[in-house]
């Protein structure tokens, strides 16, 4: 069972119909169905969240949340199980987690598992919030599902029981053995009855769509695990030590099943080490290239820097790559090391060489900011880093520490509790970071609250307060997306930035003053004149509607940049 992605309190037919939400056919989901009737066990697969976006494109005039309970009810009914599964990636789905749980028990008298990164991550906590959820399966249970199965059934000793927590009597119980699936236990997805080739039109698989023009897109994993520790990553604490890889032939194999039996012609890596082992990645590559499926693909989830070598990246551009994310993170050196990244600032700027020989390929780097002790002068490091890197586009999240990270950790130390109830905002209210900054938005319409560059002043040893945060990712957010277009003049570097500023004025986030007037210069600079009219209009009818933008306006010297309108006092 796949909950839905948003809860109803924050569901927008609006940005649904924008395919702003994720779309991600279940991989995992997919992986324990093969595993299950590989055992002898019959599976289903119910995408709550597919039922919801679908019936959002079908009915927008008659949109009911509460579609989703009537499916769940259905397929209890055709399909009859002895148990009902529930996966939870993310934290944000933590409370539609529970309210599937919730619908569950009150139709029917059926054993509820949970699994996942979410409830593997925290699983105590996710039982005690979630009543109706009897046990959790920990980390990877390619394995240790079916295993459980059989001890139930009689087929295995108790002694096989890993990788299970509950609630006995009120106590935590975990059995926390890890049995990860070895390299030949690793099976393709078997997605049941799902209409895989219809879920790129409902939301975003990946984050290339502006890209990959009209070519569906799916996802497929080569490995599994990362070399990386990064203290604020939790691949290591479910995925264990190390990387696994998947025969390079088989990952292929699957690839091509994809396009044969649904029509995709994308394909989004959901791995997190993609390029681990030079050898065998180029061999995937050049695989890909042998069986000329004239495909595209991105790898969303992101690269380690280091990893990128000129004969690597000749075979991913070939076998068909428009866009890579690089994991960077932080331009301070300080910073990379007490994170532990395996990046440094020389190697984010040997990456920057290589990649200059592929100018249309779309790069992203990944950046953070709020690190514990992070002061204005670091994250003033991370700005001049990425101006100097010069990629395409810098995604910048406020950190958000997730259960049994590092940092998480010694965070929770400082805070106690104020963080450790996944039932309620804390660690879950980051992930809806870019939905609360378009809320500010609104609501500061009329009335704008005052806003400064902080990065120019003198004393930039200051750690920010968490309630600064946000303007301070304004700040660099335009410092190192948008403001570089005022002195771009390279043909391809514009057109790139044209693709993604017209993805994010039309698609991402409307009524978009600084967006539109952005774009508005991009396209005068690729002399698209009647186009660049349009958006400079927008621009400013947006501004003069908003006081949250003129005072930004003001604070950047925008204005000069606009014809016939005043500067507002800040």
Not at 473 to 479: E, R
Request: net charge negative.
């Amino acid at each position: 069972m796949v909950p839905p992605e948003a809860t109803e309190e924050d569901f927008n037919i609006a940005l649904a119909l924008n395919r702003r939400y994720w779309a991600y056919p279940p991989y995992g989901a997919a992986i324990l169905a093969r595993s299950l009737k590989n055992s002898g066990y019959a599976a289903a697969i119910v995408d709550l969240n597919y039922e919801i976006l679908s019936h959002v494109f079908e009915k927008p005039h008659e949109f009911s949340y509460e579609i989703w309970k009537k499916a769940l009810g259905k397929s209890l009914e055709s399909f009859r199980p002895d148990l009902i599964g529930i996966s939870c990636m993310f934290t944000m789905g933590h409370m539609n987690m529970k309210r599937v749980a919730e619908e569950v028990k009150r139709l029917c008298d059926l054993p509820v598992a949970a699994g996942g990164v979410h409830p593997t991550n925290a699983p105590e906590a996710v039982l005690r919030d979630c009543p109706d959820i009897d046990f959790i399966g920990l980390y990877e249970c390619d394995q240790s599902l079916p295993a459980l199965f059989d001890v139930v059934n009689g087929k295995q000793p108790e002694t096989e029981l890993s990788q299970v927590a509950m609630l006995i009597g009120g106590d935590f119980v975990s059995f926390n053995e890890r049995t990860p699936p070895k390299l030949d236990e690793i099976l393709p997805p078997d997605y049941c009855e799902l209409a895989i080739g219809k879920y790129d039109g409902l939301g975003q698989v990946g984050t290339y769509r502006f890209m990959r023009e009209n070519r569906t897109a799916a996802s497929c994993l080569a490995v599994r695990g990362c070399r990386a520790k990064c203290s604020f990553c939790s691949v290591r604490s479910f995925n264990g030590s190390g990387v696994r890889t998947r025969e390079v032939v088989l990952v292929v194999d699957e690839v091509e099943r994809l396009v044969h039996d649904y029509g995709i012609k994308h394909i989004t890596w959901l791995d997190d080490d993609l390029l681990f082992n030079e050898m065998r990645a180029t061999a995937l590559f050049n695989e890909i290239i042998r069986r000329k499926m004239n495909l595209t693909w991105d790898a969303s989830n992101g690269v380690i820097a280091a990893a990128i070598t000129p004969g690597l990246l000749h075979a991913m551009v070939e076998s068909g790559c428009i866009g890579l994310n690089i994991g960077i993170e932080s331009g301070s050196p300080k910073i990379l090391q007490e994170v532990h990244k395996p990046g440094t600032v020389d190697s984010f700027r040997k990456a920057k060489y290589l990649l200059a020989a592929y100018p249309y390929l779309f790069i992203k780097g990944f950046l953070m900011m709020g690190f514990p002790g992070e002061t204005l002068g670091q994250m003033k490091e991370t700005v001049n880093l990425a101006l100097e890197l010069g990629f395409d586009w810098y995604p910048l999240q406020i950190l958000n520490p997730l259960p049994s990270t590092e940092i998480f950790g010694s965070l929770t130390q400082d805070c106690g509790s104020v963080i450790a109830n996944p039932g309620t905002g804390g660690w879950m209210a980051g992930i809806f970071q870019s939905l609360n900054l378009r809320r500010r938005e609104e609501s500061e319409k009329a009335n704008a609250r005052k806003f400064f560059d902080r990065l120019q002043g003198k004393d930039l040893d200051i750690v920010p307060s968490k309630e600064d945060l946000a303007d301070l990712w304004f700040l660099m957010d335009y410092k190192i997306n948008y403001e570089p277009i005022l002195d771009m003049e390279n043909p391809v570097k514009l057109e790139n930035k044209r693709k993604i500023l017209r993805d994010i004025c039309d698609r991402i986030s409307h009524a978009n003053a600084l967006g539109n007037l952005f774009l508005s210069l991009t396209e005068r600079k690729l002399r698209s004149f009647a186009e660049a009219d349009r958006r400079m209009a927008l621009a400013k009818q947006f501004l003069d509607e908003s006081d949250y933008w003129q005072k930004r306006f003001a604070v950047f010297g925008l204005y000069r940049h606009l014809s016939g309108c005043e500067a507002k006092a800040v």
